[in-house]
C-alpha cells in the first residue's frame, strides 16, 4: 500500500506568491477626480453664495420697479375713469394688471411670492373732509352755523417678503401712490389736491375716491389684474357769497380740515406739509398739521390719523370731486 504522500514523490511543488505593485496612475487619477470635484464644488459655492443673491436682489429690485409703474397704471386707469363719470359716461371699467412676485432662478433659488390685497372699506384707511360754514342772514346762530362733512375710503396693497432686496409695500390709498418699507415712506405719486392761486387766494380741488365691495386677498406669484368699475362721480363747488347773498349757504368760514387715516402716516405728512410749503402757507396761522396714533394694538404697523386744516380766509373755493368704485382681483371678464 501506498502512503499518502507516495503520489507527491520525485514532483517539485511550485507555489504562486501575488505581489502587490503601487499604480502611480490609479492614484493620479483619483487625485485627478478629487481635485475636479473641489474645484466644481467651490465654483458652485461662490455661484450660490455671491451671484445666486445678487441676481436674485437685482430681479426683486426690478420687480417692485415694474410694481411701481403698474400701480401708476391703476392710478391712471382710475382717473381716465372719473373724467368719463364727469362727462356722464358711468358702468365704465378698465384693467390694469400687477404682478405679484419676483422671478426666481432655475433650480438655485424660489421666486419671490407676493400678496395683493383690495381692501374697500377699512377703518384704517379713509379721508374726510369737513368745515363749518356760516349762513349769513339766518334768523338765529344755531341756524348760521352748519358742518359740511364728507368721507371716502378703500386701499389696494401689494406686500412683497423680498429675501434679497428691503421687503417693501406699494400701497394706492385715495389717489395717492406710497412706498412703504422698514427704513421710511413716502409719497410716489400723489393724490389730487391741488391749489391754483388767484391774487392772495386759492382755488383748492381736492378728489375723494371710495373703494366699494368685498375685501380680497391673493398670494403667488404670477400676474392678477385688478378690473376697477366706475358707479358714480360728482363735482361740487363751494364759493364764498357776499353778505346779500339770498342764499349764502357757500360761505366759508373759520378752517377747513382734511384728515387722513392710514397705516401710512409719515408719508402723507412729509407730502402735505412740503404741499402747504411749495404754496407758501404759513404754519401755524394760515395751515395747521397734526399726525396723531389712533391704535397702537400693532406696533410695527400703527394707524394714524393726518389732520390738515387750512384757513378758509385763504380759500376763495374748494371743489370737492368724489368717485365711487367697485375694485375686484381677478382675470379679464370677472364681475363684480
Given amino acids: 500500500m501506498l502512503s499518502k504522500n507516495s503520489n507527491n514523490k520525485g514532483h517539485n511543488i511550485k507555489r504562486l506568491t501575488r505581489r502587490l505593485s503601487w499604480d502611480d ?22 455661484f450660490m453664495n455671491q451671484y445666486v443673491p445678487i441676481w436674485m436682489e437685482d430681479n426683486e429690485a426690478t ?10 397704471t391703476l392710478k391712471h386707469s382710475i382717473n381716465i375713469q372719473i373724467l368719463a363719470g364727469m362727462m356722464g359716461k358711468y358702468d365704465v371699467s378698465l384693467y390694469s394688471p400687477v404682478t405679484l412676485g419676483a422671478q426666481g432662478i432655475p433650480m ?8 395683493l390685497s383690495v381692501n374697500p372699506d377699512p377703518a384704517d384707511s ?39 432686496f428691503v421687503i417693501q ?37 381736492i378728489t ?57 402716516g409719515s408719508a402723507w405728512y412729509s407730502y402735505l406739509n412740503n404741499t402747504m410749503a411749495k404754496y407758501n402757507f404759513a404754519d401755524g396761522t394760515e395751515y395747521t398739521l397734526t399726525k396723531n396714533w389712533i391704535n397702537t394694538t400693532y406696533d410695527d404697523d400703527p394707524t394714524e390719523i393726518v389732520s390738515l386744516g387750512i384757513n378758509s380766509d385763504k380759500i376763495s373755493a374748494l371743489t370737492i370731486n368724489q368717485a365711487y368704485f367697485n375694485v375686484v382681483i381677478g382675470d379679464s371678464g370677472v364681475s363684480p
Fill in 126 to 164: 379713509k379721508s374726510e373732509i369737513n368745515w363749518v360754514y356760516n349762513v349769513t342772514g339766518a334768523s338765529s346762530p344755531e341756524d348760521g352755523n352748519r358742518m359740511f362733512w364728507s368721507n371716502s375710503s378703500g386701499m389696494v396693497r401689494l406686500l412683497v417678503p423680498n429675501r434679497y
Fill in 108 to 115: 438655485f433659488a424660489a421666486p419671490t411670492m407676493g400678496q
Fill in 25 to 46: 496612475e490609479g492614484v493620479s487619477s483619483t487625485i485627478g477626480t478629487i481635485m475636479a470635484m473641489m474645484i466644481f464644488l467651490t465654483f458652485l459655492s461662490m
Fill in 208 to 264: 375723494q375716491i371710495s373703494m366699494i365691495g368685498n375685501n380680497q386677498t391673493f398670494n403667488g406669484f404670477d400676474n392678477r389684474g385688478i378690473t376697477t368699475y366706475l358707479r358714480s362721480a360728482t363735482t361740487a363747488t363751494y364759493d364764498d357769497v357776499d353778505s346779500t347773498a339770498s342764499v349764502p349757504t357757500d360761505a366759508l368760514t373759520g378752517w377747513i380740515y382734511v384728515n387722513q387715516t392710514t397705516h401710512y
Fill in 169 to 205: 409695500t406699494m400701497v394706492y390709498e385715495n389717489d395717492a401712490i406710497i412706498l412703504s418699507q422698514k427704513e421710511g415712506e413716502l409719497v410716489k405719486a400723489p393724490p389730487q389736491i391741488t391749489f391754483r392761486q388767484e391774487g392772495s387766494r386759492y382755488n383748492m380741488v
Fill in 63 to 72: 420687480h417692485m420697479n415694474d410694481v411701481e409703474g403698474e400701480f401708476a
